[in-house]
């Protein structure tokens, strides 16, 4: 069974930039190590991608903090984790899903006959990690799917919390 890793958003403004929390901080030698535990061909990740202008976007219109703006420090992976994926596996997303990453499963899953797991780590567990999870599973709602809660962080603790149960619900392994 091939089993694939999504690494969500480890951006630099998500973990100690414009949108950081002490929560994402802890978690990067996390998800350093959870990645070395695949390999490389098997890990994604996504980048939250945005453009000049995101403040007069409908997400910038509710969240009115300009964030991961493309070719800026914030937008970039942090170093130590993006040194662990190949550049060719990094799907850039302009909101809190990928469509293009659930797209790239199902064709992995349809590649392995189904026999794939995915794992998800990753920022922040209660807008972009359940939002991917919840595409993936609808994509693929067959194959297993498993989200690591000492890899992810959320906007608070709270949050964190709240997205688990929700993921929980949708039947998404958590650990």
Known sequence: MRKILLVIDMQNDFIDGSLGTK???AI???VEAKIRKYDRKDVFATRDTHHAGYL???EGKNLPVEHCIRGT???AIRDSIATLIDGGN????PTFGS???AEKVKAIAEENG???EVELCGLCTDICVVSNALLIKAAVPEIPITVDSSCCAGVTPAKHEAALETMRSCQIRVI
């Open 56 to 58: 007069s976007t409908q």
């Open 114 to 116: 189904g026999e794939i």
């Open 28 to 30: 990067v030698g996390n």
């Open 23 to 25: 929560e994402a901080e």
């Open 73 to 75: 420090a914030g937008w």
């Open 90 to 93: 990094v799907i850039d997303k």
């Open 99 to 101: 469509t293009a990453l």
